[in-house]
Structures are given as structure tokens and as C-alpha cells.
């Protein structure tokens, strides 16, 4: 498995592409949370299923992509939709769209008694949202084999997620759901790019 020193040399290798102009798509970077990753990780096996949203490079890797296929996919474009389906692992960039996927994956492999999970990574914003609330609600009253991943990073799109809330807090941060993991990391980098504006 990739460690936190090759995961923080990826990033940097993206972020200068992206800073470049090598890359000519969004990129989303974390940097700051390899530790965190590499544990959450250390409870995902091969056969599991690893599904997220735009940020998601560091599950690819994680889950065993080999770093130049992942690199090469994100130089087409791709980096807000890496999807390697031989690994498991899936992402979306539409908000909260991998949600209900990874939950009806979780469904389908309760109902074929099968052993593998399913491990859904969702940001702060996602993680306040109804579709987000809804496939929580639904895994937890039907034991699905899911959990849910909350990466708070403090970052969203345009507006800051508490606020936007008329919230102090993140409705996860003290959960004592067992489907749920939430924790807050800063990230280095701004929500998008890699500090210098790149134009498509």
C-alpha cells in the first residue's frame, strides 16, 4: 500500500500539472489527511467497494490503482470522475450522486448474503444534504453493510457549509451511529485548483 509521503508526492506532482496548464479539468486536491486515509483504509479490503465524490484520488491509490493510470486518467480530465471498476472503486462529481449507488450496492449485497462492504466518502456539504440524510437513514434502519465517511475539511463550492445551515456544527460530529466516520482535516489547498488560476 501506498504510503503518506507517496500520497503527498502525487498530490504535488497533480497540483503542478494542474498549475501548468497540463491539465485541462478540474482538479480537486486534499493534502493534510494522508495519515487519516491510510487508517481508514487499513478496514478496506480488496473485494470491498469504494465509492466517493470529486475529491478522490487518494481512495484510487488507496485501493490499490497503480499511480500512473490514476495520474493518466486525471491528465484526460477525468480527475473529478476517476472510476476503476477492476478495483471497486467508483466516484461522481455530481453532489451527493454516489450516495444512493454505493447505498443500493450495500442493499444488493445484504440480499445475496454476500461479505464484502461498502465504504462511501462524502464531504461536509454532502454531508448535510437530504439525499445524504436519506441514504444514511435507510442503511442504518436496514443494517445495510455501508459506512459513511464525512471528510470535513471546512471547504464547499461557493458558501461555507455551517452558515449556510444557520448551523454551529456538523450534524455527524458526535454521532454515535456505527455506520458513520466523521472527521475534520485542513486542507492545503483551496477547494479547487492548485493556487494559481488555470483557464479551460
Not at 145 to 160: A, L, M, Y
Not at 168 to 173: D, N, P, V
Not at 188 to 195: C, F, L, M, S
Amino acid at each position: 500500500m501506498i504510503d503518506a509521503d507517496g500520497l503527498r508526492s502525487f498530490e504535488e506532482r497533480v497540483a503542478q500539472a494542474f498549475n501548468d496548464g497540463k491539465i485541462r479539468a478540474p482538479v480537486h486536491l486534499y493534502s493534510g489527511n494522508e495519515e487519516v486515509m491510510i487508517k481508514m483504509f487499513q478496514d478496506i479490503s480488496s473485494r470491498d467497494w469504494v465509492l466517493c465524490s470529486w475529491r478522490s484520488h487518494y481512495q484510487a491509490l488507496l485501493k490499490g490503482v497503480p499511480a500512473e493510470e490514476v495520474f493518466s486518467e486525471i491528465i484526460a480530465g477525468r480527475s473529478i470522475s476517476l472510476c476503476f471498476p477492476n478495483y471497486r472503486m467508483f466516484s461522481s462529481a455530481i453532489v451527493g450522486g454516489i450516495l444512493p449507488i454505493a447505498t443500493g450496492i450495500a442493499l444488493a449485497i445484504k440480499r445475496e448474503r454476500r461479505v464484502e462492504r461498502v465504504h462511501c466518502f462524502l464531504g461536509d456539504m454532502t454531508a448535510e444534504s437530504g439525499i445524504a440524510h436519506e441514504c444514511v437513514k435507510y442503511s442504518t434502519n436496514h443494517d445495510l453493510p455501508i459506512r459513511f465517511i464525512i471528510e470535513d475539511n471546512g471547504q464547499s463550492v461557493c458558501t461555507e457549509t455551517f452558515p449556510t445551515w444557520g448551523m454551529l456544527a456538523s450534524s455527524f460530529e458526535n454521532c454515535s451511529n456505527s455506520k458513520i466516520v466523521y472527521y475534520q482535516y485542513e486542507n492545503t489547498y483551496p477547494h479547487a485548483g492548485a493556487g494559481v488560476r488555470v483557464q479551460f
